[in-house]
């Protein structure tokens, strides 16, 4: 089964950096979307970026500009390096995937939803202050 593993977190102060990183294991799917949400408490998991074998990155809207997801395939790991860090962006975050047995061609970002994530990382807390 494929374990998802985050790392990276922390905290930083307004304006500051981050890179997180998630390491995936047991993966046999060549057909997947990956994919960042986070969630602040009393608040909902949202997404936050998202990435596929055959789709290109895409980011909620109040993070465009600021962070970058990317893949390397050999180290099977997914990031997401965040820039110009602002308190509301202080969350857990969580990386998720979304495997296929035949090959997506759609929207990642269109498609993927919470109740529909195949696999969640245990949660890797960024806290941003002021």
């Known amino acids: 089964q494929v374990q998802l593993v985050e790392s990276g977190g922390g905290s930083v102060q307004s304006g500051g950096s981050l890179r997180l990183s998630c390491q995936a294991s047991?993966?046999?799917?060549?057909?997947?979307?990956m994919a960042w949400f986070r969630q602040a408490p009393g608040k909902e998991r949202e997404g936050v970026a998202s990435?596929?074998?055959?789709?290109?990155?895409n980011y909620e809207n109040s993070v465009e500009g600021r962070f970058t997801i990317s893949m390397d395939n050999d180290k099977k790991t997914v990031y997401l390096e965040m820039n110009s860090l602002k308190p509301e962006d202080t969350a857990m975050y969580y990386c998720?995937?979304?495997?296929?047995?035949?090959?997506?061609?759609?929207?990642?970002?269109?498609?993927?939803?919470?109740?529909?994530?195949?696999?969640w990382g245990q949660g890797t807390q960024v806290t941003v202050s002021s």
């Open positions: 990435i596929g074998t055959a789709d290109s990155a």
């Open positions: 998720a995937a979304r495997f296929f047995l035949v090959d997506f061609r759609g929207s990642c970002y269109a498609y993927l939803d919470k109740e529909n994530i195949d696999s």
């Open positions: 047991g993966v046999t799917s060549t057909s997947f979307c």
